[in-house]
């Protein structure tokens, strides 16, 4: 399953606000780290915190937690979309550029990227590569990970992949991060004829196989993943991340979501057509005086002391 640079480009200040409102607590991430913030025992301020991105598309999960993780950290982008990854460098040099952000040459050999924050509270190295993240799951490079992170990404995946996802990352006893996991809350105000009924043929089109071998978990991605990670032997943390659309701030979200919301029941049900039609209809008609919240998870999990 593939997005354009567009639609990234325009979720991305949503997904910034849902995920900086939200209570998750990145603490245990970092906390006694060498080099990160909240550690002041003079370690190696050099020591790199390692982080495996899956599904990286142009890097928007590292611009939203390289500078609240802090420190020195080393970044492995991986997407299997080379046209992303192809636009990745412009949209990562704009982002240090608009935020004035200093791009130093990089010190390992395996780096294409740096960027350091304000003061040198951060710096990122990063590093990135083409893989089928179906088909070359084993390829990629867990061994002395730290972090493996993904943004919207969990709903889309199937059960056999994420359990051989949660292995790999058990395996060097990895911390792992899911953000921006659809839960299955989408509220409309005001509420119009058809909600109700469209935003269940919707979630029931998000269980269908998006290419990860399999129906994808959708709303049920996070429950799943917690019940497997504490199996594993992980405490998990949990939060919202919802996105809040409101017509000054987000019209061209909502109109994008009424549509996609619309073609999605569509897929789902051809014999709703009359139905979804006359619903998007009412719904671009009261588009200019609406609200819609989005229901997102964050999902923190964290192995425990004693085995990491």
């Known amino acids: ?95 240090a550029t608009t ?62 992949w994420l359990a051989a996802l949660l292995t790999k990352a058990h395996e060097v006893r990895a911390a792992l991060l899911f953000a921006l996991t659809v839960d299955g809350r989408i509220d409309w105000q005001p509420v119009v004829a058809g909600d109700t009924q469209v935003t269940q043929l919707f979630t029931a089109h998000q269980l269908r196989d998006k290419g990860f071998g399999g129906p994808a978990l959708g709303v049920n991605a996070v429950p799943r993943a917690v019940e497997r990670l504490v199996a594993l032997g992980y405490r998990c943390v949990q939060a919202g991340s919802d996105w809040e659309l409101a017509p000054d701030s987000g019209a061209r979200l909502l109109q994008q979501m009424i549509d996609g919301l619309a073609d999605a029941a569509l897929e789902q049900d051809p014999a709703a057509r009359d139905l979804v039609l006359g619903w998007r209809l009412r719904r671009l008609a009261l588009a200019a005086h609406s609200k819609l919240r989005v229901g997102h998870a964050e999902l923190l999990a964290l192995p425990l002391a004693s085995e990491k």
């Open 99 to 160: 935020h004035r952000l200093k791009m130093p040459t990089p010190t390992s050999a395996d780096s294409l990227l740096c960027i350091e924050g304000p003061q040198q509270q951060w710096r990122v190295e990063l590093s990135w590569q083409r893989a089928d993240l179906v088909h070359e799951l084993d390829t990629l490079p867990f061994d002395g990970c730290d972090l493996v992170s993904a943004a919207a990404l969990l709903d889309l995946v199937s059960a056999s």
């Open 1 to 95: 399953m593939s997005f354009s640079t567009e639609w990234l480009a325009l979720r991305e200040p949503f997904d910034r606000a849902a995920r900086e409102g939200s209570a998750l607590d990145l603490l245990p991430l970092t906390e006694g780290r060498p080099g990160s913030s909240s550690n002041n025992d003079g370690g190696d301020a050099l020591t790199p915190y390692r982080v495996l991105d899956l599904g990286c598309g142009t890097g928007a999960n590292l611009r939203a937690l390289a500078p609240r993780l802090g420190g020195t950290q080393r970044w492995h982008l991986v997407d299997h979309d080379a046209r992303l990854l192809a636009a990745l460098p412009r949209v990562m040099t704009e982002w």
